[in-house]
């Protein structure tokens, strides 16, 4: 598949998170600025370029049409000839009829991904980690449980990642904004979890998300994941936004290690200047 994203040469990026911090952004629309966004934040606002990493939320947005005006990166994505696949009634590859999910215009290509996690797999999880709320975990686990079809082409703007993998969604987009030339990269709405406290994301309770009352997530793979990246990207300046009145800058303390990098800082959402 062609890749469509546009080399981006401006120099400062802006990578939204879901956090629910970002509700308080004030939200424009920028000229001289790169926009990175993640999952579903394309419902609210189109960005220069949109990361999804999982198959319920890729099959939402190729459906409702956004993967056809703008540039999209998509995880896990390896399109073959729709010609060499049907879908037929009955069981599809071990799902149920009404597990099948089916999106897209056929434009030659198709996407065909399993969201199926065994009970087996959540009880080997709880016994590994005893201290997971069983149910909990089987909620995060079993979430947009089904087959996925999406039918694509070269009418979608969509370009497989390749690297990093297997990350979230925000380090994902910080990442591809740095391979992309950003010199400076804001972080907004890149909210502190916690596994203790409730899931912390804009579209909780929406399709695709958790519910409200499931509990956040522990942060150690994410914190890794950004200290990977700002390390890596030495020459790129991070600046980690937050809403000053809402956080201060003792609020961090969770994640000093990463701030203690000389290319990393943070900034309230009322100091930050762009056009």
Request: charged share 25%; hydrophobic share 35%.
């Amino acid at each position: 598949m062609p890749n469509y994203t546009i080399q981006l040469t401006k120099p400062e990026h802006i990578v939204y998170g879901n956090g629910e911090s970002r509700l308080n952004w004030k939200h424009k629309e920028f000229t001289s600025v790169v926009t990175w966004g993640c999952n579903a934040i394309y419902r609210d606002q189109t960005v220069d370029n949109l990361v999804v990493i999982d198959a319920g939320i890729q099959s939402e947005v190729v459906g409702s049409g956004y993967t056809k005006e703008n540039n999209c990166w998509f995880a896990e994505w390896n399109p073959i000839p729709s010609e060499a696949f049907s879908v037929e009634s009955g069981d599809v590859f071990g799902f149920k009829q009404e597990d099948l999910h089916v999106v897209g215009e056929d434009g030659g290509q198709v996407v065909i991904q399993g969201v199926d996690t065994s009970d087996e797999r959540v009880k080997e999880l709880q016994m590994q980690f005893p201290s997971l709320d069983k149910n909990d975990l089987e909620l995060k686990l079993k979430k947009d449980y089904g087959m996925y079809v999406i039918y694509t082409g070269e009418h979608d703007k969509i370009t497989p990642i390749t690297d990093p993998v297997d990350w979230s969604a925000g380090t994902t987009a910080v990442h591809l904004a740095c391979q992309q030339g950003a010199e400076i990269v804001y972080l907004i709405g890149f909210d502190l979890s916690s596994y203790a406290s409730r899931i912390n994301n804009v579209y909780k309770g929406s399709p695709h998300y958790l519910p409200p009352e499931a509990k956040g997530f522990n942060p150690v793979n994410w914190k890794n994941q950004l200290y990977l990246l700002f390390r890596e990207y030495e020459d790129v300046q991070f600046k980690w936004a937050y809403d000053g009145k809402i956080l201060k800058q003792s609020d961090f303390k969770g994640v000093s290690g990463l701030l203690d990098l000389p290319n990393v800082e943070t900034i309230t959402y009322d100091n930050i200047r762009l056009t």
